[in-house]
């Protein structure tokens, strides 16, 4: 069946690094744009970054811009996001999620169970 | 920047009520107006999208509708899976903000 399966959330010291993935399975990963939404605990939803099929162009949330890098292999079906010079309010559960469109510019029909980061001394 | 406004934030009903949530876009997004559906750690789930048509799967009681900056969801009778929190989202012009959320409590 059609599944995102996100890995690498933990706990990270401020000014650290960390880079989470998420396993695709079940669709065409590769015609499909990708994104990363992020919840605070206790808070809404708030869109981190997108990535084309093709990797041809990404967006960024200000709040990430020059930080957080997206980035994806389509031959092995997986989506990244490179987290750099992380603060306490990173600190949020991290969902991909599968955009309807190539382009990227629509909703999200698919999302994985999310990966916890905390961002802690 | 595009900001979503939903209302209210929280809203309280009874199985089999008629429930009504509003969300407003500081600018037109034209119909790129999609509404999810979270319960509580659990990811959420893609209701509505393009404003007004039903995702596979999703039952016939939920309807979304509105344009431009105005948008609503209904649910025609609330069923007891539906307590839960639903937000909107735009994602007009290659950006996508979300709405606060408004959570649907039981009376």
């Known amino acids: 069946q059609v599944q995102l399966v996100e890995s690498g959330g933990g706990v990270v010291q401020p000014g650290r690094s960390l880079r989470l993935s998420c396993a695709a399975s079940?669709?065409?990963?590769?015609?499909?744009?990708m994104h990363w939404v992020r919840q605070a605990p206790d808070k809404g939803l708030e869109w981190v970054a997108v990535i084309w099929y093709d990797g041809s162009n990404k967006y960024y949330a200000d709040s990430v811009k020059g930080r957080f890098t997206i980035s994806r292999d389509n031959s092995m079906n997986t989506l990244y996001l490179q987290m750099n010079s992380l603060r306490a309010e990173d600190t949020a559960v991290y969902y991909c999620a599968r955009d309807r469109g190539i382009a990227a510019g629509d909703a999200f029909d698919v999302w994985g169970q999310g990966t916890m980061v905390t961002v802690s001394s | 920047d595009i900001q979503m406004t939903q209302s209210p934030s929280t809203l309280s009903a009874s199985v089999g009520d008629r429930v009504t949530i509003t969300c407003r876009a500081s600018?037109?997004?034209?119909?790129?107006l999609a509404w999810y559906q979270q319960k509580p750690g659990k990811a959420p789930k893609l209701l509505i999208y393009d404003a007004s048509s039903l995702e596979s799967g999703v039952p016939s009681r939920f309807r979304g509708s509105g344009s431009g900056t105005e948008f609503t969801l209904t649910i025609s009778s609330l069923q007891p899976d539906d307590f839960a929190t639903y937000y909107c989202q735009h994602y007009y012009s290659y950006s996508w903000t979300f709405g606060q959320g408004t959570k649907v409590e039981i009376k």
């Open positions: 600018q037109s997004i034209s119909s790129w």
């Open positions: 079940g669709f065409s990963f590769s015609s499909y744009g």
